[in-house]
Each structure stands twice: as C-alpha cells, then as structure tokens.
C-alpha cells in the first residue's frame, strides 16, 4: 500500500467546504461555554444560597461524563421535553424544526460551560482579595468591583486555560458526525468512501485540525503580550 500523496490534496480541499461547521461549533460552543462558566463560577465563588448546590453538581455531573454521551441525551432526550411541553401547552413549535448543529450547539455549549467554570473559577480565587476590599471602600458595589477589577484579571489569569479550551472543542467537534452534522471529521469519511482512501482523507484532516490549532495558539500568545504590556503600563 502506498500513500496517495495527490488525494491528500484534493481531500484538503475538499475539507474546506465543511470548515465552517466546524468553526461555528467551536465558536458558538465556547462563547456560550464561556458565558455559562462565568455565571457557574460565581455561584459557587460567592456561594449564592440553593444555586450553589446546582452549580457544583452541574459541573460534576458534566466533567464525569463523557462529551459524546452529553451530545446524545441532548439529541434524543430534548426532543421528548420540547414535543411534550408543546403538546401539554399547546404550543406549535415542535423539536423537528432544530436543525441538526443545534443539537451540537447545545451539547458542547453546555460540556464547555462546566469546564470553563473550574478555569474561571481560578482565576478569580487568584485576584487578591485587598483589592476587591479596596474597591468597596471607593464605594464601588459588587457588580462594579467584578466587572473592573476581578473579571478583567480572572481573565488575563485564565487566558491558557482558556485557549486550551478552545482547542479542545475544536477537536471536540468531530463528535458531530454522530448527529448527521458534516463537520470536517464526516466530510473526510463522505471523501474516501467513493475510493477508500480513508488514511490519505484522515492525514489531510489531521494538517487542517493543526493549521487551525496553530493559528489559536499564535493568536492567544499574542494575546498575552499585550494583555502584559498593559499590565505593565505600556502600549497594547
């Protein structure tokens, strides 16, 4: 057996027509990822009475099941809550009217949301609390010392992690398949099965999943200089 070295070209090419499945995944994923992990991370953070407890065991019951499972409860169990809720109420949407990334968006959304939390939940146990106490003797309430103090710093802290996060979503999104999105993993099986070419379609997956990791990288050390260079009272 010999390596096709052509069809790899021609398989890259072909991938690029699923790259944007995969990129609004990921971006959707860890946006709202993001949002939900802040808003767990601050229950649990400031222990907000009852919600806390929620909190905790969302990202417990998130973090020790696996990203695949969450991706088919979400697929086959919210279309029984949307149909029986329509049908108890009256209500004419039905779950059949999801498009199939939806699904995604909502699993990863939620898979990322609980690994995001535990990031900047350390981040922001590792602002000083001297300065949150500083910021309330300026008259500054919780919200504004959160907003212009703690979050700003959590996130400089977190912003690693954070990539990394980012990274693994991004391979994360080859779970999609198994919901009938055509993300660049399907489109690489859709490529070789008119040959079976499947190693030459997987190694020219493999080059785009490291280009598009590359770039995260480049772009979140880049990031880091400037978020320093502010820091340091110079110009980002």
Same mark, same amino acid.
């Given at each position: ?78 279309? /029984? ?6 049908? *108890? $109420?009256?209500? #004419? ?6 498009? !199939? =990334? @939806? ?42 010392? /959160? ?6 710093? *959590? $996130?400089?802290? #977190? ?6 996060? !980012? =990274? @693994? ?64 009272? @110079?110009?980002?």
């Amino acid at each position: 057996m010999e390596l096709d070295f052509a069809f790899i070209g021609t398989a890259f090419l072909s991938l690029l027509k699923a790259l944007p499945n995969t990129i609004r995944i990921t971006v959707v994923s860890v946006f709202s990822g993001f949002l939900i992990g802040t808003a767990i991370a601050l229950l649990r953070v400031y222990r907000v009475p009852v919600l806390h407890r929620f909190a905790s065991g969302y990202v417990l019951f998130i973090r020790g099941t696996p990203m695949l499972m969450h991706l088919l409860l979400i697929y086959f169990g919210l279309p /029984l809550v949307i149909d029986g809720a329509s049908e *108890a $109420f009256g209500w #004419s949407f039905r779950s059949a009217a999801i498009p !199939l =990334i @939806g699904f995604a968006y909502i699993s990863f959304s939620i898979t990322a949301g609980a690994y995001m939390s535990e990031v900047v939940r350390a981040g922001i146990t590792a602002v000083s609390r001297g300065q949150i106490e500083a910021a309330y003797s300026v008259g500054m309430t919780t919200g504004q010392a /959160l907003r212009r103090i703690v979050l700003p710093q *959590a $996130f400089a802290v #977190s912003l690693p992690n954070l990539s990394n996060n !980012l =990274i @693994g979503m991004l391979h994360g999104s080859t779970l999609a398949f198994t919901v009938s999105v055509v993300e660049i993993n399907a489109q690489a099986q859709i490529v070789a099965a008119s040959n079976w070419k499947f190693l030459e379609a997987y190694i020219a997956a493999a080059i785009l999943f490291w280009g598009m990791t590359i770039l995260i990288e480049r772009g979140t050390a880049l990031l880091e200089r400037r978020i320093q260079a502010y820091n340091r009272g @110079g110009v980002a």
